[in-house]
């Protein structure tokens, strides 16, 4: 990395890059009571090797990072760069203070929290599954690639990303955070997603294999069902068994009259 | 041997990645199964097999501590059963497609079963996360690698133990299929059409809950024209 756009100096590319890998097993210790703190110690410690050569200075820095914390998986690498950068300005009595890196942890997890599950989670990957299913309709399992290229592909970009954003603009990143760029293209996900699992139910529930036959009729009946019990908020698994139920009394009972 | 070992590895891996990471989503249902369909040499079954899952369970997010049904482990372990099932006991196609239900029905106990376990895995790691914290506070010297090594690993080992007791306990209960009347598999056959009903709802519901109906029925619309286009 150029000097002259990188100011911040102590942290090399290797260590950047050991951090982002580590990024990956963020959630390994995940706990209840303290969600990711190990993890987010474990992903910060090749800037503790590098920052406190002091094993009383790496001890007192492991301690401070293992209390509470709690963010999105996807988007840590963003609190991780700029933690970094500002351990950094500390160390370099540079205006910024142990509590304002404790502050801005536990202010900066819980929005990475809901931008990045609402992204992530409710956007990108039922997204990628709709458009993986679309193609799998004539191209099988290259469907499921193309899922897992949709989804990964972004994250991993993302994650470099806002690890370096994070690092070069320290507490300055949480307008990362309200990218207009991010919230543009959970709307269109959400838009195409919708549209397009829409159209895959209802052109496969009404798969001219099956043509008007009870089958059809009987699934499209199984699916109103279904969803008056989902309006409900009954469980998934409940449901699930319920309409298996009643799917193979009324299959019995048609078998037996088209005897 | 080489594929019960194989299958065991990939076990401990969808339950890694689900819960541990990288989260690279190799663990949703539609990707775990299309892989246990290759290995089985049926890849077809094992793609329909994860959308049936992947639609059953798409709003099921690993969303911070919410305690979730392991549906990754759970489509995994059927599957898997499901699989093992039709190459010991050489189903016919009637029989594999009927085996489809009791496969399905399996999986929601797995899962139950994979949330029981996660919780206690989470317990666990949050006493290795208390104990290092209380060595740090008094002054002794911790890895923090070797203790998220740790957790990482336990995902693993728990996936492989899911695998070890629950895929023969499967074969057992779905090559029961075998024994079924053949009214009663007539009818298993027509339940695992019937049960798309109720996959393509739980998806559907999934984007309505987001208040975007619009977009649903805009592809509703689409659906239906399609479907008359080609029917004509």
């Known amino acids: 990395m150029d000097a002259a756009v990188f100011p911040i100096r102590r942290l090399d590319f290797r260590d950047l890059f050991n951090i982002y890998l580590r990024s990956y097993f963020f959630q390994g210790s995940f706990?209840?009571?303290?969600?990711?703190?190990m993890g987010f110690a474990f992903c910060l410690e090749p800037a503790g090797r590098k920052l406190f050569k002091n094993p009383i200075d790496r001890k007192a820095f492991q301690l401070r990072h293992t209390e509470f914390f709690n963010g999105n998986p996807f988007m840590i690498t963003l609190v991780l760069g700029a933690v970094s950068h500002m351990e950094e300005r500390v160390l370099d009595d540079d205006g910024l203070s142990l509590e304002d890196i404790?502050?801005?942890?536990?202010?900066?997890g819980k929005a990475t929290g809901a931008v990045g599950d609402r992204f992530f989670w409710r956007t990108l990957r039922p997204f990628g599954l709709v458009m993986g299913l679309l193609l799998s309709i004539s191209y099988d399992i290259w469907g499921v690639a193309l899922f897992l290229a949709i989804f990964n592909i972004p994250t991993m970009?993302?994650?470099?990303?806002?690890?370096?954003?994070?690092?070069?603009l320290g507490p300055k990143v949480?307008?990362?955070?309200?990218?207009?760029n991010l919230d543009r293209a959970s709307?269109?996900?959400?838009?195409?997603?919708?549209?397009?699992?829409?159209?895959?139910s209802v052109a496969f529930l009404s798969n001219k294999e099956y043509g008007f036959s009870w089958i059809s009729a009987g699934t499209g009946g199984i699916f109103g069902l279904s969803i008056i019990l989902f309006k409900l908020k009954k469980s998934h698994s409940v449901i699930f068994v319920i309409c298996t139920g009643i799917a193979f009394i009324v299959s019995l009972i048609v078998n037996a009259s088209l005897r | 041997m080489e594929a019960a070992a194989l299958l065991l590895f990939v076990a401990g891996i969808v339950a890694m990645d689900t819960s541990s990471g990288p989260q690279?989503?190799?663990?949703?249902?539609?990707?775990?199964?299309?892989?246990l369909g290759i290995l089985f040499g049926n890849p077809e079954m094992g793609l329909k097999m994860g959308v049936l899952f992947q639609l059953l369970w798409l709003g099921y997010m690993p969303l911070g501590a919410v305690r979730l049904t392991d549906g990754n482990m759970g489509a995994f372990i059927a599957v898997a059963s499901m699989l093992s099932a039709s190459v010991l006991f050489g189903f016919g196609s009637d029989q594999l497609l009927a085996a489809e239900v009791p496969s399905m029905l399996y999986a929601v106990l797995v899962a139950h079963i994979g949330m029981l376990m996660t919780t206690g895995l989470r317990k666990l790691n949050r006493i290795r996360n208390?104990?290092?914290?209380?060595?740090?506070?008094?002054?002794?010297?911790?890895?923090?690698?070797?203790?998220?090594?740790?957790g990482i690993a336990s995902s693993f080992i728990r996936g492989l133990l899911m695998a070890v007791f629950l895929i023969p306990a499967g074969i057992l209960l779905i090559g029961f299929i075998r024994y079924i009347p053949p009214a009663a598999l007539t009818a298993l056959v027509f339940t695992s059409l019937l049960i798309w009903g109720t996959v393509a709802?739980?998806?559907?519901?999934?984007?309505?809950?987001?208040g975007r109906k619009r977009n649903l029925i805009l592809g509703s619309i689409g659906g239906f024209v399609w479907m008359l286009l080609f029917s004509l």
């Not at chain 1, 706990?31 to 703190?37: A, F, G, M, P």
């Not at chain 1, 970009?157 to 070069?168: A, D, F, Q």
Request: glycine content about 6%; aromatic content about 14%.
């Open chain 1, 31 to 37: 706990s209840i009571k303290s969600r990711q703190n």
């Open chain 1, 102 to 108: 404790s502050r801005f942890k536990t202010a900066v």
């Open chain 1, 157 to 168: 970009y993302l994650r470099w990303y806002w690890l370096y954003k994070g690092y070069m």
């Open chain 1, 174 to 180: 949480v307008l990362e955070l309200k990218n207009p």
């Open chain 1, 187 to 200: 709307q269109t996900m959400e838009i195409f997603g919708g549209v397009f699992l829409a159209f895959l």
């Open chain 2, 24 to 35: 690279c989503l190799i663990s949703e249902p539609v990707v775990s199964c299309t892989i």
């Open chain 2, 130 to 150: 208390d104990t290092v914290r209380a060595q740090l506070a008094g002054g002794e010297t911790v890895s923090i690698t070797s203790t998220q090594l740790k």
């Open chain 2, 201 to 210: 709802a739980s998806a559907m519901i999934f984007f309505w809950l987001k």
